[in-house]
């Protein structure tokens, strides 16, 4: 790579070996022991059509790879299959667990044997946590956020904690995304939540965690981006010190005018590095099936993700809304996604 593209190479590669020490703490010993083998499998380009680094060269980073499919984590076959067309391995693999789902109480638990059926060598599960009912509970309000930052759901908390320690498994753990948008039931413009809240309340679990011995979490603070309908941003980060990685959201599809990559990400890129010296991935992203030139879309999200020192691109591989973002079933749109996948970086 020349200029531009160099330069954001030495980015991603500055990031993750800041990256590194943050992720061997979070592993324990023996996730540490793969968190080590993932990133030296990663540096030496051993995916298929991945780079190699030539003479006197620092080896290039992968771009990591990840799917969030409508099987939630419950479906190993579903993953399978999603890499089979995809033609790449889901690195992370996106699921959600709520806090509440009505009398199902062991729905809200770390589903540890699920997660297990999906993790493996190469493969880890971010649970998107999320304090409110699932989907079809989106007209009730959420879990207050002072009471979280208060303790007063530490049992629920501190269950999943242990669970999540017992099980030997290292996860990502994405709580509360999107807590920027006006819409969310945890946004602290919601009427139950005031200014503040949503810091203390990342703070205390991530304290619970630490106390409880559950290491091997990758805390990934996940924003939507930023907008006319969005919190700024300063407001509710937690600080370095408590975040791992931060994911950005963004879709692109025609009531925002089917914006491409670089200006729809852009602007909340810069701003999450003004706040944070972590490493910066996608976390969701998709785009309409009612978007023109998807195929050109696809293939320009991932040239941008790479030359913008992002360490991570997610799928959205489900309908959303109105809108259905899922590529596998679109010929030209998967050929475009097996190609850029295999691009080297």
């Keep these: 790579m020349r200029g531009r593209g160099a330069a954001a190479l030495r980015k991603v590669q500055e990031l993750r070996r800041r990256a590194l020490p943050r992720l061997l703490g979070a592993a324990g010993p023996v996730g540490a022991g793969l968190v080590v083998l993932l990133v030296l499998a990663a540096c030496t380009g051993d995916r298929t059509g991945g780079p190699v680094a030539q003479p006197g060269e620092e080896p290039p980073a992968a771009l990591r790879v990840g799917v969030s499919l409508p099987s939630y984590h419950y479906d190993p076959q579903a993953v399978g299959a999603w890499e089979v067309a995809a033609g790449h391995r889901a690195d992370v693999v996106q699921t959600f667990v709520p806090w509440l789902y009505g009398e199902s109480?062991?729905?809200?638990?770390?589903?540890?044997?699920?997660?297990?059926?999906?993790?493996?060598?190469?493969?880890?599960?971010?649970?998107?946590?999320t304090p409110a009912e699932p989907a079809e509970g989106e007209g009730r309000p959420g879990i207050p956020l002072a009471e979280i930052a208060d303790g007063e759901h530490d049992d629920y908390v501190r269950r999943f904690a242990r669970d999540v320690r017992d099980s030997g498994l290292t996860i990502r753990l994405r709580f509360a995304h999107e807590m920027n948008g006006y819409w969310s039931r945890w946004s602290e413009t919601n009427a139950v939540n005031h200014p503040g809240d949503y810091v203390r309340a990342w703070r205390h679990l991530h304290d619970v965690f630490k106390a409880e011995g559950a290491t091997r979490v990758a805390w990934v603070w996940s924003p939507n981006i930023v907008g006319d309908q969005t919190q700024p941003l300063p407001e509710l980060y937690p600080g370095d010190a408590y975040v791992d990685e931060i994911g950005i959201d963004g879709y692109s599809y025609p009531r925002s005018g089917c914006p491409g990559p670089r200006e729809l990400f852009d602007p909340t890129l810069a701003q999450v590095r003004e706040l944070s010296q972590v490493p910066v991935a996608i976390a969701e992203v998709g785009v309409s099936t009612d978007c023109r030139d998807r195929n050109v879309w696809v293939a320009d999200l991932f040239g941008y993700a790479r030359t913008s020192g992002l360490v991570g691109v997610t799928w959205w591989e489900r309908t959303g809304g109105e809108e259905d973002f899922r590529i596998v079933d679109s010929p030209d749109t998967l050929a475009a996604l097996r190609e850029a996948l295999h691009e080297p970086g």
């Design 105 to 129: 109480k062991d729905l809200t638990r770390f589903p540890a044997h699920r997660v297990r059926e999906i993790s493996g060598p190469g493969r880890v599960v971010e649970i998107t946590w």
